[in-house]
């Protein structure tokens, strides 16, 4: 129950911040000077709690790397190269196949740039790009402004006392507080108080935030790679000299963050939490224009961080909100460009209810009832082996050698020991792991990899090389607490099953344990599965003696199913080794490869039917039995079936894909000897941006180009909202596009539409964003504009799938892992497109 509550409120939370624009990271520029033209140029960047920054040394064709431009040019020179300072954490990325550098967020990222200075007149305007990710996606790069003036004509030196010492607040005069934001759990507020001592400072800017029982804010001192600083930012730093860093008091907190690794300084809500930045007017008819950026968290979550912007009139310490019309309209007036508005309104107007309601009670193959089912199976294959079935008929016999009632009763208590014993050992699994490590297995390399050895030692002992088994003293100590009778030793009857026939069982219930992993209850519920169909036969039998007249003898039958389930584990194993393999893109286990060992295994089971095979335990053949016929024929039809899949198919210019294989198999398209697809170049020349996105699926790189070629051939738009450096967008494409069904669908169903919001290609002229007034410089800016507009995100991936007519037809679907899920989002959305269209025929 507790859980239940938890996955809910999380997923709730979730939710409620992704409809907001995220923006992690908050840069603040500063010109330190060296000598009379030498200076030191300062970028710093305050990233918050769980996200990260990347170097700006980073080979070409990883992740966007963070890079300085200058727009006007003449006015400094580089000397040297920029120099990185925090947390540095460099890393083998498993999606670029490439080692990357990026910068934690426990610490300010900075960037220290020397430059000589060769017109002072002018000022230094230009701009940085970089990119941020946290775990479970990525942004798309930003470009931050700054300017830099050097002292209108001549290089202005500050003293050393006033670089490195911040000034002693002496303030006398006191000008009203002002509200900036009152967002979410903390309130900003801000005064300007004249300082006395006019020989240090004028004024002193002072910051206070009240904050809600529960959450805290983080300090300015935070280490690289822990959660994001308070910082600030100033638009036109160059009309005051900053008297030293802001000085912070409240009531605070220090210590190692078990998240992050790092010491932290956090303010808790009992007193509120100060900043004062004193500072000394160098034009008193200006205005001070800038921003505080913040995190703040709880027990339990992190709000995304957010910018408290402030304007004050530096002759008379006026606080203007920077809410106000005219702030408002003074931003606006900065800014220049081609103005247009990317506002689709029936994407808007659909897009938090959209046209259709489905896809919310669809069933799939990892919901618990199938994994209820998967569990029996296991546990009906292991009442076969010949570890258990012989233990049936002795177990029932000594129970039904009292009263035909107590038999049955006691038969009953033993069957419900069974289940409680492999329940428990399904739920000390969910425990022990977490439900974030077991949904990770699904696709780490390194416990896949883990998982073909492990099958394979399962396979080799079910041939019967050698057996599994638990040590002796642990069955032999349960056998004596059997014997106290009565309900202890029933249990421990049914204990010392679960020991001694663990060289069968164990195979088995790993293979389920697996196949289940991913899902959070999964274990508990394989495990009951199983327990029930192995304890099932014990108490039936117990009730009804006669039935047990119906079972086959033991004998060497019993051999042969063990055998055949190490051909299974045998083929099963390459399932494993193949995701890691795309996973890290090593390239060696693809289609063909794979489709070989199948048919290799099929082969095998067959020439073992016939005789031509044998293994340590199995007896002499002096007669095929019509079973082993059976089997023997049966495995022959498997080879010739797994051969067909061979078969060449031009219309997709693939491999014919099996449904039996479907998300075990590798995709066809993953292969070693057919051509790579080409683009139609009739189409490509009515529509430019057509071109081959993951897996050679066509796609469009323009909504407008995508939208005009839909209603063209009447299908529906699936919008992808990603990113060259997007993770989560790789793995979707990598574990959920490469199946053959949501391949097929996504060519031949859906107008695919991917929209690279980390495009850095320079569009012809800079543009600005009517809605948010922002500047766009590159393609990617553009898209990035595209969905924050029309989806009130900005976070990637983010699947959405449109009509022609622009109406966005199911909810929108972010990250999240599941391949059947994935199928059921696009029947849902495609069929609901179907039905509608039929009504407007």
């Not at 003898?553 to 055949?564: A, H, L, P, Q």
Request: hydrophobic content about 40%; glycine content about 6%; some cysteine.
């Amino acid at each position: 129950m507790i859980r239940s509550i938890a996955f809910f409120f999380f997923s709730f939370t979730f939710l409620a911040l992704s409809a907001q624009e995220l923006n992690p990271v908050k840069w603040t520029f500063e010109a330190e000077p060296i000598s009379q033209n030498e200076y030191m140029l300062i970028y710093t960047a305050s990233i918050d709690k769980g996200w990260n920054v990347y170097s700006q040394y980073i080979e070409e064709g990883g992740p966007v790397p963070t890079s300085i431009w200058y727009d006007t040019e003449g006015v400094v020179e580089n000397i040297g190269e920029a120099a990185e300072e925090g947390h540095k954490k460099e890393v083998m990325d498993p999606i670029f196949e490439m080692n990357v550098i990026k910068f934690l967020d426990d610490k300010d990222f900075i960037i220290k740039q020397k430059v000589k200075v060769l017109d002072a007149s002018q000022k230094l305007k230009g701009y940085l790009t970089y990119m941020t990710c946290d775990d479970e996606r990525c942004l798309p790069p930003t470009d931050v402004d700054f300017e830099f003036d050097f002292g209108q004509g001549k290089s202005s030196v500050p003293t050393q006392s006033a670089i490195s010492a911040p000034a002693q607040s002496m303030a006398t005069t006191v000008s009203p507080k002002t509200i900036l934001s009152r967002e979410g759990p903390v309130t900003w507020s801000m005064e300007v108080k004249k300082n006395s001592n006019s020989e240090v400072a004028d004024y002193d800017l002072v910051f206070t935030a009240d904050i809600d029982e529960g959450w805290t804010v983080y300090s300015q001192e935070v280490e690289e790679g822990g959660p994001v600083p308070t910082s600030f930012w100033y638009e036109n730093v160059d009309v005051v000299e900053l008297i030293g860093p802001a000085t912070e008091s409240g009531k605070s907190k220090e210590g190692i963050d078990p998240v992050f690794d790092v010491k932290v300084k956090k303010y808790l809500a009992a007193e509120p939490f100060v900043l004062t930045q004193p500072i000394k007017v160098k034009n008193e008819k200006a205005e001070l224009i800038g921003y505080l950026t913040y995190m703040t968290c709880d027990d339990s979550k992190c709000l995304p961080p957010t910018d408290v912007e402030f304007k004050v009139n530096l002759q008379n310490g006026k606080i203007i909100s920077a809410n106000s019309e005219e702030v408002l309209q003074n931003a606006a007036a900065d800014i220049s460009g081609n103005v247009i508005d990317q506002t689709r309104q029936g994407l808007r107007d659909t897009y938090q209810e959209p046209i259709a309601d489905c896809g919310d009670e669809v069933q799939n193959s990892q919901s618990p009832l199938w994994m209820f089912i998967f569990g029996f199976l296991g546990g009906l294959l292991a009442l076969l082996t010949p570890c258990v079935f012989p233990m049936i008929p002795l177990t029932v016999s000594f129970f039904t050698k009292d009263s035909k009632k107590k038999g049955w009763q006691n038969a009953a208590i033993y069957s419900l020991s069974i289940i409680v014993i492999y329940v428990t050992i399904g739920l000390l699994i969910t425990m022990l792991f977490g439900a974030e490590a077991l949904n990770r297995l699904s696709t780490n390399w390194i416990a896949n990899t883990a998982f073909f050895v492990i099958f394979i030692f399962f396979a080799f002992s079910f041939f019967g090389f050698y057996e599994i088994q638990l040590p002796s003293s642990w069955a032999n100590r349960s056998d004596k607490m059997a014997d106290k009778g009565g309900l202890v030793g029933i249990f421990f009857m049914a204990f010392t099953l679960a020991l001694v026939s663990f060289s069968c069982t164990g195979p088995i219930i790993g293979t389920a344990i697996v196949q289940a992993a991913t899902n959070q209850i999964g274990p508990f519920i394989v495990m009951l599965g199983f327990a029930i169909a192995l304890a099932l036969p014990f108490g039936l039998f117990a009730a009804f003696p006669a039935w047990l007249n119906s079972l086959p003898r033991s004998g060497g039958w019993m051999t042969n199913v063990k055998v055949i389930l190490g051909f299974l584990e045998l083929a099963l194993a390459f399932k494993f080794l193949s995701v890691a393999d795309m996973t890290n893109n090593w390239g060696f286990l693809r289609y063909e490869v794979f489709m070989g060992v199948w048919v290799l295994v099929a082969i095998a089971m067959a020439l073992y039917g016939f005789g031509f095979i044998k293994f340590p335990h199995d007896s002499p053949i002096k007669k095929l039995s019509p079973r082993r016929w059976a089997f023997s024929l049966g495995s022959v039809a498997l080879a010739v079936y797994l051969a067909t899949g061979f078969v060449y198919k031009p219309e997709t210019n693939s491999y014919n894909s099996l449904p039996l294989l479907s998300g075990v198999a590798p995709p066809s398209t993953y292969n070693y000897f057919l051509p790579e697809p080409t683009i139609d170049a009739e189409l490509k020349s009515q529509y430019p941006s057509l071109g081959k996105c993951a897996n050679n699926i066509d796609c469009f790189k323009d909504y407008y180009e995508g939208l005009a070629y839909a209603k063209k051939v009447n299908k529906p738009l699936l919008i992808d909202m990603t990113g060259y450096g997007c993770v989560n967008c790789r793995r979707t494409e990598e574990h959920i596009w490469v199946d053959d069904r949501v391949r097929n669908m996504l060519s031949d169903d859906f107008v695919l539409t991917s929209l690279y919001v980390d495009d850095d290609k320079k569009l012809e002229e800079i543009l600005i964003s009517k809605p948010r007034n922002k500047k766009m410089r590159n393609v990617g800016n553009k898209w990035a504009d595209f969905q924050i507009v029309n989806f009130e995100q900005n976070s990637q991936p983010l699947y959405i799938m449109v009509t022609p007519d622009e109406e966005v037809i199911a909810a929108p679907r972010g990250y999240k892992e599941g391949l059947n899920d994935y199928i059921d989002f696009l029947d849902c959305g495609l069929s609901s497109f179907k039905s509608l269209s039929s009504t407007q025929m």
